[in-house]
């Protein structure tokens, strides 16, 4: 494998993950065209509150997989199908929890927040309409990894690339046709989940790339089988957890600032996470080729997939913050006409020149650890990160206002990729170290790695 292979399914899953950060930067933009920044703000808590959510089970989509690759790798169709049948059954089930239980989850999450009444009142409106997307969401999440797992890029491109433009055309629909304001930003979310579903569903049965079928009922409630594909999701849980308190503790010390750096940083952190989705689509390229390799036992091709993944970390980090460097001053009026917004925005986006370089090769490399299944080290890296970021948030703070609540998100960002490359010199011994652990990755007959 070289440059030239990595990058044929790298820039696909780029282009097809950065429409995710892409809509979102839609969303907030068409928010801070109306006529106050709590629209803003409101759609940035509404949006915060299923990321939390969602992000919980967001490794229905990263386990599903780096199983799914190294089913792929191993030519095996019943574990492919169990790949994805697995997260789908747990998927439908937590849709429809979040839905059962709205009120006390909206609740709960406006009082932890505990924006201003304007803000707190524009939220509201747009949990209650997105709610009814759950299911859908939580369901694609899987389709998603799965398609990727099995290699399936151009149909991974198609799907997520048609549901993000459908959700940003009925975003400026809804707003500036009908004039739906918060409730069309999210009704437009809505109906993109449920269309991505669908339609997701019948590519998997027409797109499959190798000849498959459902698996037995009694291979997929197998006990045994699904505590060790749910140790995998145990740590990605685990690893969520702490991304989500970072997050959270972020958006909500920002909302204690006012509206107008609230508004700030909701802009800046879209930014952010159209540079995080850039490193996301490195980071499924390695998965799918990390995974390939440990369900062939190939090491060379583990070796190489590592050595790319290094030198595009640095390439990507280069080039990303070089971009915003000289775009910038462009950039930031492109989400609001709010001087005032505009303003704060410009005060510390100084810290997201920072973060292409320090959160790289932490995003990038995490790709290599879900190919392989082997979760204990991004857990790790991921609650190291957090404590570090929990003690700059306490301690910088209160000194430094919205620049050390930045300084804090650096820190934590840096600390994700130091933490996580300390682990990666020991992975290739735990995989290829003893011939039995080349027997398949779901768990039904033969030992997981790690």
């Known amino acids: 494998m070289n440059h030239r292979h990595y990058l044929a399914v790298a820039v696909p899953l780029i282009i097809s993950t950065i429409t995710t950060p892409l809509l979102g930067a839609v969303d907030t933009a068409v928010a801070g065209q109306l006529s106050s920044p709590a629209y803003i703000g409101g759609v940035a808590i509404g949006t915060m509150i299923f990321n939390t959510m969602y992000w919980l089970f ?3 989509r990263v386990s599903t997989s780096g199983f799914a690759a190294q089913s792929l790798g191993a030519q095996n169709g019943s574990d492919s199908m169990l ?5 789908v059954c747990i998927a439908l089930f937590v849709g429809l929890f979040f839905i059962i ?3 006390p989850l909206e609740y709960s999450a406006l009082l932890f927040i505990q924006p201003d009444r304007e803000t707190a009142e524009f939220a509201s409106q747009y949990f209650s309409m997105r709610i009814w997307g759950a299911p859908f969401a939580l369901i694609s999440y899987c389709i998603l990894g799965w398609l990727m797992g099995m290699s399936l890029i151009k149909v991974t491109l198609f799907l997520q690339i048609s549901m993000n433009v459908l959700n940003i055309v009925l975003d400026v629909v809804f707003v500036y046709v009908f004039h739906m304001e918060v409730y069309g930003i999210a009704a437009a979310t809505v109906i993109s989940e449920i269309t991505g579903c669908l339609a997701g569903c019948w590519l998997v049965k027409t797109n499959a790339a190798m000849p498959v079928k459902l698996p037995p009922v009694k291979l997929l409630v197998d006990t045994k089988a699904f505590k060790k594909t749910m140790a995998v999701n145990r740590d990605l849980l685990i690893r969520t957890l702490c991304l989500l308190t970072v997050f959270n503790l972020f958006t909500a010390k920002g909302a204690g600032f006012g509206s107008d750096i609230l508004a700030a940083n909701a802009i800046l952190i ?3 996470y159209m540079m995080a989705y850039v490193f996301d689509g490195f980071a499924n390229a390695s998965s799918i080729f990390t995974g390939k390799a440990v369900g062939k036992m190939d090491r060379e091709l583990y070796s190489r997939t590592l050595s790319l993944s290094f030198q595009w970390s640095l390439i990507s980090s280069a080039v990303l913050a070089a971009g915003y460097f000289l775009l910038k001053d462009s950039i930031i009026p492109l989400f609001t006409p709010l001087e005032s917004v505009q303003e704060a925005a ?3 986006d100084v810290w997201i020149l920072l973060y292409p370089v320090t959160a790289s090769f932490g995003l990038i490399f995490y790709g290599i650890f879900t190919g392989a299944t082997v979760i204990g080290p991004v857990r790790n890296s991921m609650f190291l990160a957090a404590l570090g ?7 910088a703070v209160p000194a430094f206002g919205n620049h050390g609540l930045w300084l804090a998100f650096t820190l934590f960002s840096l600390g ?3 933490f996580l490359c300390m682990a990666v010199p020991g992975l290739a011994g735990r995989l290829f170290g003893r011939r039995e652990q080349h027997s398949g990755r779901l768990g039904l007959n033969h030992k997981e790695p790690g």
């Open 270 to 272: 879209q930014i952010h």
């Open 389 to 395: 970021f929990l003690a700059a948030f306490f301690t």
């Open 101 to 103: 239980l709205q009120k």
């Open 346 to 348: 410009k005060t510390y």
């Open 83 to 87: 790949a994805l049948a697995r997260p």
């Open 416 to 418: 994700r990729s130091v």
């Open 58 to 60: 967001g490794f229905l």
